[in-house]
């Protein structure tokens, strides 16, 4: 009887030995400041099961919706310091981190979705995810908010004429401020889980963003017009802690770039699905929707806007980005 309970000792005791690495789990946070149901919910939540499954259950990588950890800019800089592990976020906040990345926003620099993706999977954007490293950052991945588009509560907006004096909410994004002061609007930069209390009590009378986040956020309760402007194209992207990133084994390393990887996938796949739906989805709710802009018009307003954003990253950088195919 004593052996038999040596014997079952010894064997449980190998089975709780074997088990041990398998049950040693590290927590990671990520976070939006959109809805879960959005194309950024879909990039982290497919972000997080593929770590958890291409690390056999060693990285678990929790999700946060809505701002819950704050907005983009609090996110970068969390990730920056080292308080949280990862975040997704558009460009919007990014150059107050990553200078190099203003360039991507510059307004009419991209001819549609395919010459942007083209440009990000590419040399260029690849260059650009190295810049990130300085500052504290490992970029996994460029993904993507999608093409970005005017929405207010006072009047359609046909030409850049409909824009002066109109209070918008921007990003806190430099280039996007430069060139909206341009159209005439007076700009408001405010983060991203304030807006729509802002256009619901009036302290903004408009915003811009892609038609994925214009339907997630519902702003269609509280805006009556929307114009399809397209007038940047708006990338997103997976940033992680530099130092936490450094830490990984190279398999491990390699795992979180192709987890962030397939989260683009889905999250491109989702852009698609929300623009070609969207304007329908939309006016079904009741707004407005001008779709016949003269996007021209809109061009020749920024002359003196691309003046200085030739000036500010060469007339070389930026044709570099126009023309590549």
Request: with cysteine; proline share 4%.
């Amino acid at each position: 009887m004593k052996k038999s309970l040596t014997l079952l000792a010894a064997a449980v005791s190998l089975s709780l030995g074997l088990a041990a690495p398998t049950l040693a789990q590290t927590t990671m946070k990520i976070s939006i400041s959109t809805a879960q149901n959005s194309h950024q919910g879909v990039a982290i939540d497919t972000f997080a099961k593929e770590v958890e499954k291409r690390t056999n259950g060693r990285y678990k990588v929790q999700t946060f919706y809505n701002g819950a950890l704050g907005g983009e800019r609090e996110s970068i800089e969390a990730v920056q310091l080292g308080t949280q592990e990862l975040a997704f976020s558009s460009t919007g906040p990014v150059p107050n981190f990553v200078p190099e990345a203003k360039i991507l926003d510059v307004p009419f620099l991209f001819r549609d979705k395919a010459h942007a993706r083209a440009v990000l999977d590419g040399p260029i954007g690849q260059e650009l995810l190295v810049k990130f490293e300085p500052k504290g950052f490992k970029a996994l991945a460029w993904a993507e908010n999608g093409f970005r588009h005017m929405t207010n509560s006072k009047r359609a907006v046909n030409t850049p004429d409909d824009l002066k004096g109109l209070k918008m909410r921007t990003m806190e994004n430099p280039v996007h401020i430069t060139a909206y002061k341009a159209l005439g609007i007076i700009t408001t930069p405010m983060a991203f889980p304030e807006v729509f209390t802002a256009l619901q009590q009036g302290t903004v009378d408009g915003q811009e963003n892609p038609l994925s986040v214009i339907i997630s956020a519902k702003f269609d309760q509280v805006q009556k017009n929307l114009s399809l402007t397209g007038h940047v194209y708006s990338p997103c992207i997976f940033v992680m802690n530099k130092g936490v990133f450094d830490k990984l084994s190279a398999a491990d390393k390699q795992a979180f770039i192709d987890a962030a990887k397939e989260g683009t996938k889905v999250n491109r796949a989702r852009v698609d699905e929300d623009d070609a739906k969207g304007v329908a989805d939309l006016r079904g709710k009741g707004m407005a929707v001008v779709d016949n802009v003269d996007k021209a018009k809109f061009v020749a307003a920024l002359t003196s806007a691309n003046a200085q954003f030739e000036k500010d990253f060469g007339k070389a950088n930026l044709d570099r980005i126009r023309n590549y195919k």
